[in-house]
């Protein structure tokens, strides 16, 4: 993540004039470097997930269902919090890129699916994960809020003859 780290000699800080914004570039670069790992580990952990499946659906399920997961141990809470922190504009758009990074995997199968508008259906169902997350993070049983979830993201994601495709008949 770009920081302001780098105007720092890296020298522990002092007392001295400006050692405050020394001390402030250090801790943001301390919370870049939490912010990159816990994308990396999630990255990680989603690209297992959405490998073994098997179509386009089950790939979105794969994500959902392991997104909930991260989320229940606590994976979003950082960048969460650092979206809402007044950070520099360069280190929010670090922020904003290791997210599309992350849930590029779940767009590109919304696109396999031929969703009229795929990224806004995308983004409705990214919608979906939001609150899910939101429910388990505010004390909902993290297997009820799946359940639900994915259910909801099959009806969004299945045709009228309950085949892969959209309501619309795209495929």
Sequence with gaps: MATPATETSG????????SGRQEAASSAALLATVTEEAFRRSNEALTRATAAARGPVDRVEAFFRDSSSLGAEGAHRPAAALMNAGLPPAC???LTELH???VEPFRVAVRELGAPEPVLTADLNAGMLHTALAAVESGAPLETVTRRTLSLVRRCLEGRDGTEGTPEGGR
């Excluded at 020298?11 to 400006?18: C, D, H, Q, V």
């Design 92 to 94: 929010l758009e670090r």
């Design 100 to 102: 599309r990074e992350q």
């Design 11 to 18: 020298a522990p800080a002092t007392s001295s004039p400006g």
